[in-house]
């Protein structure tokens, strides 16, 4: 998404384009955005259908060859935002910025004299990344947001955060606790300043949009559930930073308070490792997991990587876990000789 490119006009003599919410390409963007369910015709089950983004982000660039469309941007910035991330919402709440700023008058959908220039339907509009927090429900945007990965350096989503931090249930997860905490730590401080940068940054747009918003309706519009979001990412990248690790929100065990180490695991020349000692629970976590990885790229048929994952599964297991990981049956057998009542 070129920003610079699509922050224009359409012409200097309708600034605006055309209206083309009868187009077809128009009435497709909902759909491509949520998809489709599972659905029985007759003795035929149709399978579901994943959102399709990629085509979503090109009707919408294809639109706004001739429109200037409140609902194309924002559509735009829900797709690019499940492809880029962070910068991908970045960059259309930029657009979304610019209408706002420069085309309230003239942008689709036109606000109708007859019924006060009401800015209802633009509102609503804007909704599909941020609803009411007053309509007690959270809306696709936010749950798809969630998938959005935390650093380009790890495949861990915001959906991971949030299931760590004990936000969100997942029983699903099988989500590392102990290793996620770790390999979040030794994440390059470059990467780090860039995203708690791009958050600033994104928070700073919404703001400009809410302060515009009402300074052409005086009517106040907030992003609330949004910021919301983007400020727990804020949080929790800031607590990253060296200078955070006194009192680092990251940690997620209560019985463990370390130091942040300063050395990466990834960047250790490799006449370091014979003298080498982890400095902390993380740093053995971590290589553990490295060991892991190696053996399951270069010796496929080896078993080392399982006994690995079982080890870094374990890690965080108190005694009564672990005897239900290596036998079942323990369990109960413990339970009545304590005298313990069975579940």
């Known amino acids: 998404m070129d920003f610079e490119t699509l922050s224009t006009f359409v012409s200097e003599d309708n600034v605006a384009g055309t209206n083309e919410e009868y187009n077809q390409l128009y009435l497709s963007m909902q759909?491509?955005?949520?998809?489709?369910?599972e659905s029985v015709m007759g003795d035929s089950v149709i399978s579901a259908k994943e959102p399709d983004y990629k085509k979503l982000s090109d009707v919408c660039i294809e639109l706004w060859k001739s429109t200037r469309d409140l609902r194309v941007a924002t559509y735009l910035t829900f797709a690019n935002t499940q492809l880029y991330g962070l910068n991908g919402l970045y960059d259309g709440l930029r657009l979304i910025d610019f209408l706002v700023k420069n085309l309230w008058d003239d942008m689709y959908p036109l606000l109708d004299p007859d019924d006060e220039m009401d800015p209802t339907e633009r509102f609503n509009i804007l909704q599909i990344l941020s609803p009411s927090d007053t309509g007690g429900g959270i809306c696709l945007f936010l749950i798809k947001f969630r998938d959005i990965k935390l650093?380009?350096?790890?495949?861990?989503?915001?959906?991971?955060?949030?299931?760590?931090?004990?936000?969100?249930?997942?029983?699903?997860?099988?989500?590392?606790?102990?290793?996620?905490?770790a390999e979040c730590?030794?994440?390059?401080?470059?990467?780090?300043?860039?995203?708690?940068?791009?958050?600033?940054?994104?928070?700073?747009?919404?703001?400009?949009?809410?302060?515009?918003?009402?300074?052409?309706?005086?009517?106040?519009?907030?992003f609330t559930l949004l910021k919301d979001d983007l400020n727990f990412l804020l949080k929790f990248y800031s607590s990253l930073k060296p200078d955070e690790n006194t009192n680092n929100d990251i940690d997620l065990n209560n019985d463990t308070n370390l130091k942040e180490t300063k050395e990466l695991v990834n960047t250790m020349n490799i006449?370091?490792?014979?003298?080498?000692?982890?400095?902390?629970?993380?740093?053995?976590?971590?290589?553990?997991?490295?060991?892991?990885?190696?053996?399951?790229?270069?010796?496929?048929?080896?078993?080392?990587?399982f006994l690995l994952q079982r080890a870094l599964r374990m890690a965080d297991m108190n005694f009564v876990d672990l005897l239900k990981d290596i036998e079942p049956g323990y369990v109960d057998r413990?339970?009545?000789?304590?005298?313990?009542?069975?579940?």
């Open 31 to 37: 759909g491509l955005a949520e998809g489709e369910e």
């Open 151 to 181: 650093f380009s350096s790890l495949t861990y989503s915001y959906k991971d955060l949030l299931f760590a931090k004990g936000e969100l249930e997942n029983s699903e997860s099988d989500l590392n606790l102990s290793l996620f905490e």
């Open 185 to 222: 730590k030794n994440v390059s401080q470059d990467e780090l300043a860039q995203k708690i940068a791009l958050v600033n940054d994104i928070l700073t747009v919404l703001d400009s949009i809410e302060k515009e918003l009402y300074e052409k309706t005086q009517q106040a519009f907030y």
């Open 271 to 305: 006449s370091d490792l014979s003298s080498y000692n982890p400095k902390n629970r993380q740093e053995a976590l971590l290589l553990l997991q490295k060991s892991a990885d190696y053996f399951s790229k270069h010796e496929p048929s080896n078993p080392i990587p």
């Open 334 to 343: 413990i339970k009545d000789v304590l005298g313990i009542p069975k579940n």
